[in-house]
């Protein structure tokens, strides 16, 4: 019954918590998405945040822990109401009988539901309940001890909802890094790398952002998750206070300190014999503990001296397979060495050979060089002996219009005995 009890109201307050925060934080996630997007909250900076999907939904979850944070101010508000109030009668500090626990029940009933459903409404519900049931007051402390760890249970368990999702924040912010990083590079070729440098080194920034969002709302949400849990604990521990002052000792518990007596004898014998046992055991170590320890040391010595010859064998076996590799390496090392001078001198040979070849190349060129300036002197003479020549034949053709002329003349003029002697003298002057 008392169990039954705290589970429905462990039940009520997580149900409360969860619906409050999945019904008030995604909407007020998509809300301030929404602002920053297209409302009053529009910022280059702060969109530059929220516009990857994977940051969007780190600003749904920060919304979401945010919400359930909330609910479980709400609820401890309603413990600490619940703590202010008389929910027992004054008590003047004599116990009291266990059949007189029906008016502290009714008193319980009369403050409400609201307050039957906090920690400290249940708890003095359990423990009216026990003494009830059993009439009795027997075994009332381990029955508050056990109510006083499953409260403190039930409260670190109604944080897994809330470690998942501070836990969830930082692995989408990685996960946003992640897919920033693919498609900054996988939007990169050689030739845009060459037009825009810094596209790569844009597109890295804004992945990184998915994970400086991440953290910096993880980091808040710890604090104040911190700062609840802290406040939750305090409330328990006035809860451990008030049960402790109120009911621990308000019954008279004279049925079990008879009992107890009653067992008193038997649990001495008992005592008396686990002292004898302990005594005989001692005594059986005393005789039998140092041949044991001689034993174990020789067991000891043996084993540390075969782990060392062991050990020593693996250090020589490993010292020449290392000596065999590095003689191996030496002398790889050793043909590279001399394989490297050979091919250098062949080289050096064919460079020698190289550089004769362009020395004869050079001296090729500069006689042909002086053989062009030749021939170009060459050309200028053949062309003035040519425009000489030319000279030549054009006076020779007019000494022999010049001489038909004369003939000419001659024949016309004197007779032709005349024209013979006269024409004579000329062509020899002319010869």
Known sequence: MARSARSQGDMRRGSFVTWFTFAAGVPLGVGVLYLIEHGPWQNAIVQRYVHHEA??????????????????????????????????????GKPIPASEVAPLQRSLSSAGGR???????????????FVASRNSAGELDDHMRTLSDNDAMAVDSSY???????????????????????DAISGINPEQMEKDPGAISNGLTKAFDA??????????????????????????????????????????????EAAGAGTTMPALQQLSMWTASMEKAEQRWMHTGPQQQERLAAALQQAIETALTRFGQRIVETEKKLIERHNAVLEGLSKL????????????????????????????????????????????????NLALLANSATFEQAVESLTAAI???????????????????IEKNAA
Request: proline share 2%.
């Open 55 to 92: 940051e969007q939904a780190v600003v749904v979850f920060f919304c979401c822990c945010m919400a359930a944070l909330l609910g479980k101010f709400l609820a401890s508000l309603n413990e600490r109401y619940a703590q202010s109030q008389q929910l027992l009668p004054s008590w003047d």
């Open 337 to 384: 060495a001399i394989a490297l001078k050979e091919s250098g001198s062949d080289h050096q040979h064919a460079l020698a050979r190289l550089t004769d070849a362009i020395g004869l190349s050079v001296e090729m060129i500069a006689k042909v060089h002086s053989s062009e300036a030749q021939l170009v002197h060459l050309q200028e003479s053949l062309s003035q």
């Open 115 to 129: 307050v039957q459903s906090t920690w400290i409404g249940r708890r003095i519900a359990n423990i009216l309940n």
């Open 211 to 256: 994970t400086a969002l991440a953290l910096s709302l993880t980091l808040v949400s710890m604090f104040l998750n911190s700062l609840l849990e802290k406040l939750e604990q305090e409330l328990l521990e006035r809860v451990d206070h008030y049960v402790d002052s109120e009911l621990a000792h308000r019954f008279i518990r004279a049925q079990t």
């Open 407 to 425: 003939h000419l003349l001659t024949t016309r003029v004197h007779p032709a005995q005349q024209s013979t002697q006269r024409i004579v003298p």
């Open 160 to 182: 897994a909802l809330l470690r998942f999702m501070i836990w969830a924040m930082p692995i989408l912010g990685f996960l946003g890094t992640v897919l920033g990083i693919t």
